[in-house]
């Protein structure tokens, strides 16, 4: 497997993150705003996209797992690390790179409001067009993607690849191996 097609390039996600970050400012005026990022793949939309958020949020994060290093899903949703603090009453955010078949999200969401926050949304950078999911309520959303397995900005292949700037296509190489 190698890098293919950029799908998203570098320019184009800043300029997403910007709107985004701006529409949650507006959204969040006068609230105690805790952005939670899924670990890992979010750690780098988590980072800028904060940058685009101009109120005094807070930061935690929890890991979930629900590949290994194949590029299919296996619906199992494990926590690996839970949020260091508690939500209860608070306006909470969560984070996401990709929505796939929405089942780490579909989890989450259902984990993270029995400790009764205030509010919690969802904010992912991608959406992947052409999957079946459960119906999942994405308050800010980056891009619509076709169905491909994508890395970088975050995104990994058997975990490499996360520190590409962009959005790229896996392919096939050329070579058999
Ligand atoms: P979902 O539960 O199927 O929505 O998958 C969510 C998680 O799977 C994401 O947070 C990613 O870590 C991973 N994932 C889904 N699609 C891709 C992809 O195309 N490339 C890399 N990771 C992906
Ligand atoms: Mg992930």
């Not at 089942?103 to 992912?124: D, E, G």
Request: proline letters at 4%; charged letters at 30%.
């Amino acid at each position: 497997m190698k890098i293919g097609r950029v799908v998203i390039s570098a320019e184009e996600i800043d300029a997403k993150l910007r709107e985004m970050g701006e529409q949650i400012t507006r959204d969040y005026e006068g609230s105690d705003l805790l952005l939670i990022g899924i670990l890992k793949g979010a750690f780098v939309v988590m980072a800028d996209l904060a940058r685009h958020i101009d109120l005094p949020v807070e930061f935690d994060f929890m890991a979930v797992s629900s590949y290994g290093s194949a590029t299919k899903s296996s619906g199992v949703v494990r926590i690996l690390k839970d949020l260091d603090q508690e939500i209860e009453g608070r306006d909470v955010l969560i984070v996401e790179d990709i929505v796939d078949t929405g089942l780490t999200l579909h989890y989450l969401l259902k984990n993270l409001s029995v400790r009764r926050p205030k509010s919690l949304s969802l904010a992912a950078l991608l959406i992947k067009d052409g999957v079946e999911r459960p119906p999942l309520d994405v308050k800010y959303e980056g891009f619509h993607i076709p169905p491909a397995f994508v890395v970088g900005y975050g995104l990994d292949f058997d975990g490499k690849f996360r520190n590409l700037p962009y959005v790229a296509e896996m392919e096939a190489s050329d070579d058999a191996g």
